[in-house]
Nanobody, 119 residues
Framework: QVQLVESGGGLVQPGGSLRLSCAAS????????MGWYRQAPGQERGLVAV????????SYVDSVKGRFTISRDKAKNTVFLQMNNLKPEDTAVYYC????????????WGLGTQVTVSS
Protein backbone atom coordinates (compact mmCIF):
# COMPACT_ATOMS: atom_id res chain seq x y z
CA GLN A 1 0.00 0.00 0.00
CA VAL A 2 1.23 3.47 -0.85
CA GLN A 3 1.41 6.19 1.75
CA LEU A 4 1.51 9.86 0.86
CA VAL A 5 2.18 12.35 3.64
CA GLU A 6 1.65 16.06 3.06
CA SER A 7 3.20 18.85 5.09
CA GLY A 8 3.79 22.58 4.88
CA GLY A 9 0.29 23.98 5.15
CA GLY A 10 -0.66 26.80 7.46
CA LEU A 11 -2.00 30.31 7.80
CA VAL A 12 -0.51 32.99 5.58
CA GLN A 13 -1.43 36.56 4.66
CA PRO A 14 -2.47 37.47 1.13
CA GLY A 15 0.60 37.86 -1.04
CA GLY A 16 2.57 35.41 1.07
CA SER A 17 4.13 32.08 0.17
CA LEU A 18 4.01 28.47 1.30
CA ARG A 19 5.76 25.34 0.17
CA LEU A 20 3.88 22.08 0.41
CA SER A 21 5.67 18.73 0.47
CA CYS A 22 4.37 15.25 -0.28
CA ALA A 23 6.55 12.36 0.82
CA ALA A 24 5.80 8.98 -0.77
CA SER A 25 6.49 5.61 0.82
CA UNK A 26 8.11 4.31 -2.34
CA UNK A 27 9.92 5.62 -5.41
CA UNK A 28 7.89 8.32 -7.13
CA UNK A 29 9.22 7.01 -10.45
CA UNK A 30 6.82 4.06 -10.08
CA UNK A 31 3.85 6.38 -10.53
CA UNK A 32 2.62 7.51 -13.92
CA UNK A 33 1.92 10.97 -12.52
CA MET A 34 1.76 12.88 -9.26
CA GLY A 35 -0.16 15.97 -8.48
CA TRP A 36 -1.82 18.33 -6.06
CA TYR A 37 -5.54 18.81 -5.70
CA ARG A 38 -7.48 21.13 -3.43
CA GLN A 39 -10.92 21.26 -1.91
CA ALA A 40 -12.53 24.32 -0.40
CA PRO A 41 -15.59 24.08 1.88
CA GLY A 42 -18.70 23.30 -0.13
CA GLN A 43 -16.74 22.70 -3.31
CA GLU A 44 -15.54 19.64 -5.17
CA ARG A 45 -11.94 18.56 -5.12
CA GLY A 46 -10.12 19.90 -8.17
CA LEU A 47 -6.73 19.56 -9.79
CA VAL A 48 -4.15 22.25 -9.03
CA ALA A 49 -0.98 20.90 -10.68
CA VAL A 50 0.34 17.63 -12.06
CA UNK A 51 3.76 16.33 -13.09
CA UNK A 52 4.40 13.25 -15.21
CA UNK A 53 6.63 10.37 -14.22
CA UNK A 54 9.39 11.63 -16.50
CA UNK A 55 9.02 15.13 -15.18
CA UNK A 56 8.69 16.46 -18.72
CA UNK A 57 5.01 17.20 -18.66
CA UNK A 58 3.60 19.67 -16.18
CA SER A 59 0.25 21.37 -16.14
CA TYR A 60 -1.60 23.79 -13.88
CA VAL A 61 -5.13 24.95 -13.43
CA ASP A 62 -5.45 28.43 -14.96
CA SER A 63 -6.07 30.16 -11.64
CA VAL A 64 -2.60 29.29 -10.28
CA LYS A 65 -0.47 29.67 -13.42
CA GLY A 66 2.45 31.98 -12.80
CA ARG A 67 2.06 31.70 -9.02
CA PHE A 68 2.43 27.99 -8.20
CA THR A 69 5.24 25.63 -9.19
CA ILE A 70 5.23 21.85 -8.90
CA SER A 71 8.56 20.06 -8.63
CA ARG A 72 10.02 16.85 -7.29
CA ASP A 73 13.07 15.35 -5.65
CA LYS A 74 13.45 11.79 -6.92
CA ALA A 75 16.10 10.92 -4.35
CA LYS A 76 13.76 11.88 -1.51
CA ASN A 77 10.61 10.51 -3.14
CA THR A 78 9.01 13.88 -2.55
CA VAL A 79 6.87 16.20 -4.64
CA PHE A 80 6.58 19.89 -3.81
CA LEU A 81 4.16 22.69 -4.51
CA GLN A 82 5.65 26.15 -4.20
CA MET A 83 2.83 28.65 -3.81
CA ASN A 84 3.59 32.35 -4.21
CA ASN A 85 1.39 35.44 -4.17
CA LEU A 86 -1.31 33.53 -2.33
CA LYS A 87 -4.86 34.80 -2.47
CA PRO A 88 -7.82 34.22 -0.15
CA GLU A 89 -9.42 32.09 -2.85
CA ASP A 90 -6.49 29.66 -2.55
CA THR A 91 -7.78 28.69 0.88
CA ALA A 92 -8.50 24.96 0.85
CA VAL A 93 -7.32 21.56 1.98
CA TYR A 94 -4.55 20.50 -0.36
CA TYR A 95 -4.20 16.82 -1.20
CA CYS A 96 -1.30 14.96 -2.76
CA UNK A 97 -2.24 12.42 -5.43
CA UNK A 98 -0.30 9.64 -7.11
CA UNK A 99 -1.50 7.67 -10.12
CA UNK A 100 -0.31 4.16 -10.86
CA UNK A 101 -0.69 2.88 -14.37
CA UNK A 102 -1.79 4.54 -17.58
CA UNK A 103 -5.06 2.81 -18.44
CA UNK A 104 -7.57 3.16 -15.62
CA UNK A 105 -4.87 4.31 -13.20
CA UNK A 106 -5.19 3.57 -9.52
CA UNK A 107 -5.36 6.67 -7.36
CA UNK A 108 -3.57 7.12 -4.05
CA TRP A 109 -4.26 10.07 -1.76
CA GLY A 110 -2.72 11.74 1.20
CA LEU A 111 -4.79 12.96 4.14
CA GLY A 112 -4.42 16.60 3.13
CA THR A 113 -2.96 19.75 4.60
CA GLN A 114 -4.90 22.94 5.33
CA VAL A 115 -3.89 26.18 3.63
CA THR A 116 -5.59 29.33 4.86
CA VAL A 117 -4.94 32.70 3.25
CA SER A 118 -6.29 35.50 5.37
CA SER A 119 -5.29 38.86 6.80
Amino acid sequence: QVQLVESGGGLVQPGGSLRLSCAASRSILTFSAMGWYRQAPGQERGLVAVISSGGDRISYVDSVKGRFTISRDKAKNTVFLQMNNLKPEDTAVYYCNAKEGLRNPADFWGLGTQVTVSS
